[in-house]
């Protein structure tokens, strides 16, 4: 069953060379020996080639790496503050943190729960009109700031 081709088409097939029209052959065996040993030489050579530029950026990379390291005790030369610096001061901020919290704040705390408390009772007594609750969320947020300001006043 031959297919019927559009004129158009049968246009386009005309114009094609004979010699493409046809399927192509397979190379003699020498011809693919000789192929196939170019591909490989081919792939060799860019493998090698691939090789010695990883090794060469492996080797910058390390030396860029122990340059920052040598030199990390330092400030560094557009003035920010090298990793050591900055580790110190991360370190002596969670010793003020853990100071704080060490601290006797036993005046705040009571304070602070008896105003949560409230704000809790006086929603649960009104369910449907949490609005009514007002005064004592205002209570709690002051009570809440002043303890804020006092932690941050202990930092500095």
Known sequence: M????PSWLND?????PPKLAEPPTEP??????????????KLKSDLKNLKELEAEVESKVFQAFRQQTTSSDKTQADGTPSSSQLM???????????QFKTRNTSGM????????????????????QPLKCGEEVDNFKQLVQKLEKEYVGSLQ
């Open 28 to 41: 003699s065996a020498p011809r693919q020996a000789a192929l196939d040993d170019a591909v490989q030489r």
């Open 109 to 128: 705390w009571p304070e602070i729960s008896a105003a949560r408390t409230a704000i809790v009772s006086c929603l649960s007594d009104h369910k449907h």
């Open 12 to 16: 386009w097939v005309s114009l094609v």
């Open 88 to 98: 110190e001061e991360l370190s002596s901020i969670k010793q003020r943190s853990e």
């Open 2 to 5: 031959s297919a019927v081709l």
